[in-house]
């Protein structure tokens, strides 16, 4: 069974930033792309980024292209969002997901809440 585990969210004033920390487990983690997913309150899950196995393939929606860095660590077994230029658009839960897209397994997620 798949474990995800995510953390670093909190509440950010607009301008801030702040990174993300998703620990995988249970799996094969340097084998499958990793996707960050988020959901914005009373919206449905969109997807962020992904980062290709060895880590040098990265897509971003483009909602975020310019300010958010995934990266991961295959030898911690975990991914990275790194956050910059916060506005309160990315106010979400944020998910780490196995595989590309949002459709793949994922952890409880972290809120993040951007708001003076």
């Known amino acids: 069974e798949v474990q995800l585990v995510e953390s670093g969210g909190g509440l950010v004033q607009p301008g801030g930033s702040l990174r993300l920390s998703c620990a995988a487990s249970?799996?094969?983690?340097?084998?499958?792309?990793m996707s960050w997913v988020r959901q914005a309150p009373g919206k449905g899950l969109e997807w962020v980024s992904g980062i290709s196995p060895n880590g040098f393939t990265t897509h971003y929606a483009d909602s975020v292209s310019g300010r958010f860095t995934i990266s991961r660590d295959n030898a911690k077994n975990t991914v990275y969002l790194q956050m910059n230029s916060l506005n309160s658009e990315d106010t979400a839960v944020y998910y780490c997901?196995?595989?590309?897209?949002?459709?793949?397994?994922r952890g409880q997620g972290t809120q993040v809440t951007v708001s003076s």
């Open positions: 249970k799996f094969t983690f340097s084998f499958y792309w």
């Open positions: 997901a196995k595989d590309l897209g949002a459709g793949g397994p």
